[in-house]
T-cell receptor
């Protein structure tokens, strides 16, 4: 079973920041938070991951609360191509690369 | 483009038949994982291979089997197909045990069982 809870759907205006929340209240100390997204008819695409510090890359920022029980993925300037299902995944990084997907958040970018 | 390819793109089989799906991983990636994605659901882990040995399995019956070859290609075999096997099948390659958990997914094979 997935260890995360996400809203089933969200809308965001094009050009605005999209903030996608994720709850992972049972996260363990050695577990990372990963975000993947799946654009229609494609395989999932890695976005970002983090342990306890905030992370930023060319695609997005990841904000993890101090107690690590929740996180937010931020797409700073959403475009229509960001319309996708976004999955928040919690997994330990000790060589087991199995990913446990939930049902994710369907993000729709509105023109 | 992730460098991971899958074939065929689409496939139609009938109940009871056998099917083989193929995946070509990124060069240098020693781990390949297979996932099943039913309509409207997230991908579900089937199994993982690391250097040609099975290295973890999800909650799937033995009629789901796999092979990984030294040339970074792999296969998913499903015997005695059932209607519920209709799904998108995804393979994902990774750099290997101990590395980052970034997985590179292929575009998937959509299997329809009639």
């Amino acid at each position: 079973d997935a260890k995360t809870t996400q809203p089933p759907s969200m809308d965001c205006a094009e050009g605005r920041a999209a903030n996608l929340p994720c709850n992972h209240s049972t996260i363990s100390g050695n577990e990372y938070v990963y975000w993947y997204r799946q654009i229609h008819s494609q395989g999932p695409q890695y976005i970002i991951h983090g342990l306890k510090n905030n992370e930023t890359n060319e695609m997005a920022s990841l904000i993890i609360t101090e107690d690590r029980k929740s996180s937010t993925l931020i797409l700073p300037h959403a475009t229509l191509r960001d319309t996708a299902v976004y999955y928040c995944i919690v997994e330990a990084n000790f060589g087991n690369e199995k990913l446990t997907f939930g049902t994710g958040t369907r993000l729709t970018i509105i023109p | 483009e992730t460098g991971v390819t899958q074939s065929p793109t689409h496939l139609i089989k009938t109940r009871g038949q056998q099917v083989t799906l193929r995946c070509s991983s990124q060069s240098g990636h020693n781990t390949v994982s297979w996932y099943q994605q039913a309509l409207g659901q997230g991908p579900q882990f089937i199994f993982q291979y690391y250097r040609e040995e099975e290295n973890g399995r999800g909650n799937f019956p033995p009629r789901f089997s796999g092979l990984q070859f030294p040339n970074y290609s792999s296969e998913l075999n499903v015997n005695a197909l059932e209607l519920d096997d209709s799904a998108l099948y995804l393979c994902a390659s990774g750099p290997g045990q101990g590395g980052l958990n970034e997985q590179f997914f292929g575009p998937g094979t959509r299997l329809t069982v009639l």
